[in-house]
């Protein structure tokens, strides 16, 4: 298996690479934000109790989102490999994912790091607000909220991976094919 995950600020433009990434590398595309959207969309149990907390800009709590991905790696037996998006966004959710990938003898191989400043970060999300309908992206309070739990409780991560040199920096501004071209070198440099 090859287990990478896609790491960054809100906005860093992790979804967007994603969508590239999993069609070159036939990788299986697991975004906690998306799944859950599609739970609120749905009116699920699990999706109610999520709403308040992504409409504030908080994180969801670990226990949710954990089991979440488990679901998701029990249920995909025999796949190529995981793209992780938007997930760990803490340190609890990390240890528990390497258990998971631990249980199938597998582990995370890469992480790459998606890096833009915090004034690109707002005009992007406030610009996507403007159509996605995405309630969380219309007020810049909420974008400002988002980024401090980031910065609280996210970028630790990083250093959590960084003790064992999973962790490669990736410029996130320009051109989307720039970037994507990046990161595919990382990726190609790191399964060679
Ligand atoms: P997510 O759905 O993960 O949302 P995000 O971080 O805002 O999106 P992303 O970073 O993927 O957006 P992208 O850059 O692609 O999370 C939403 C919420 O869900 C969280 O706040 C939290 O409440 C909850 N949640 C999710 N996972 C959780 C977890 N594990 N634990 C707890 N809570 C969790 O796109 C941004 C914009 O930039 C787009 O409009 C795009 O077109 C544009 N863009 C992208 N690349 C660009 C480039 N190079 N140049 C210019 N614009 C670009």
């Known amino acids: 298996m090859f287990n990478l995950i896609l790491f960054g600020p809100p906005g860093s433009g992790k ?14 595309h697991l975004a906690t934000g998306n799944i859950l959207r599609e739970e609120i969309a749905n009116k699920t149990a699990l999706g109610l109790s999520a709403k308040g907390f992504m409409d504030r800009g908080e994180l ?17 037996p025999g ?13 609890a959710q990390s240890v528990a994912l390497d258990n998971l990938l631990a249980e199938k003898d597998a582990q995370i191989d890469l992480v790459l790091a998606l890096q833009v400043s915090e004034d690109e970060l707002i005009d992007r999300l406030i610009n996507r607000g403007k159509t996605s309908g995405r309630t969380d992206d219309v007020n ?29 920096k990736v410029k996130g501004e320009g051109s989307i094919d720039d970037i ?11 399964q060679n």
């Not at 994507?180 to 790191?190: G, P, R, S, V």
């Open 60 to 76: 969801v709590p670990d226990e949710v989102v954990i089991g979440m991905i488990r679901s998701a790696i029990e249920n995909n």
């Open 140 to 168: 810049e309070n909420i974008i400002r909220a988002r980024i401090g739990e980031y910065e609280n409780k996210t970028s630790p991560v990083a250093g959590h991976y960084s003790k064992s040199d999973k962790v490669v």
């Open 15 to 28: 979804g967007t690479q994603s969508e590239k990434l999993i069609e070159k590398y036939g990788l299986m």
């Open 180 to 190: 994507f071209n990046q990161l595919t070198k990382e990726i190609d440099h790191k």
């Open 79 to 91: 796949i190529r490999g995981f793209l992780f998006d938007g997930f760990p966004r803490t340190v």
